[in-house]
């Protein structure tokens, strides 16, 4: 859980120093958008690197890599306190990424590997979690970390240093066997491959339409972290302290929601239409609504959906994987999720400048979470062709 958190304080950490990094590099050229690239590009890095790094995983074994790239984290995270180079900076965001790439892949892929069924469910739902609750602790942090300068808060990258002997000495890999009877006991039944013993090839075909599912599913999951400070200044509320709360009271939800998902896993696949159309509910609210207090509840309602999602698509996933192709199906889905999360702020921005405003583009969204969830719900309901 702890390895999860590590991507989370790459992505949101720095966020509350931008302004510092911007006068601090005014007289670069192109500082304007170099110093949110340094904010974004590690999220673009794990997307882009995630398959490759699951691919890694599967041939070389998942508890030597992550010890070895929360290692790496720490040295690369930590660069930009000697670095007086904008270019230098942004490419050691990259870096970061690339180690955060392995260290989530690897973390799943374990989780998948040591548990099935419910139980795994469950650790995945704690995933989650612990994710929506470091966001909002690392924001606080970096924000009265940055006080005493915009190169402090790239100090708190060396706690990788703290987990990897814990890494090297807690957690085992698990037995293959336990493993791939984990998997058995997961996956749906296959058909005989003609020829007896070949291995079975990887599930793309069935793995895909979860992976395009994940992408637009993490934009409708960081909408409400990303865009509400922007929703709630064009209302007129300005004030650091209220902003932070309404993040966090959202946050909360999202812990809730997670937590929901662990109490009725068994059930939960069949549940992703009105999961979906409540998290439309909730954008409808924050879209036409002219007051804060009621868009923080769109938020909220929004953010419980969203709750249950994320561990709803993961589990979605790992249900299509044995134990060796696990490693690169995670990378797969996780490059999908945070793909979702880079685009989110462009796709909201695009469609801001086509209706007008960010609240009218938030109202788009929701309709097209609307009729995502009514084409999920219109699939499932298709009868099944009898076997010929």
Sequence with gaps: MAGSCLPILGAVLIAPVLPGIQDHFA????????????????ALALALLAPFAGVL??????????????????????????????????????????????IMTCCTTLIGDYWSGRTRDRYLALQTMCAAV?????????????????????????????????MATVLRPAPKAAAAATAAADAPAEPAEP??????????????????????GAVVFYTVPVETSYLLDDLGVTAPAVIGAATALASAATVAGAAGFARFTARAQRFLPQVLALCAAGFVLMAVTGRAPLLVAGAVVNCLGTGVLLPLLLTRAMALLDHADRGRGTGLWTAAFFLG????????????????????????????????ALGIHLKDRRPVPAAV
């Design 27 to 42: 007289a670069t050229p192109g500082a304007d958008a170099l110093v949110p690239v340094a904010l974004t590009i590690p």
């Design 57 to 102: 995983i599967d041939r070389l074994g998942r508890h030597r890599l992550l010890v070895g790239a929360t290692v790496a984290y720490a040295f690369v995270g930590t660069a930009p306190l000697w670095l007086d180079s904008l270019g230098a900076i942004v490419a050691s965001r990259a870096l970061v990424g690339v180690t955060e790439a392995v």
């Design 134 to 166: 470091s966001a909002t602790a690392f924001f606080a942090i970096g924000g009265a970390v940055g006080s005493a300068g915009w190169r402090a808060p790239f100090w708190a990258y060396a706690v990788s240093l703290l987990l990897a002997p814990l």
């Design 195 to 216: 020829g007896g013993g070949e291995e079975r090839p990887f599930p793309w075909r069935r793995l895909a339409p979860t992976c395009g599912l994940t992408v637009f």
């Design 341 to 372: 999360e880079f685009v989110c702020p462009l796709v909201l921005l695009a469609a801001a400048a086509l209706v007008g405003s960010l609240a009218a583009a938030v109202g788009v969204l929701a309709t097209a979470t609307a009729l995502v």
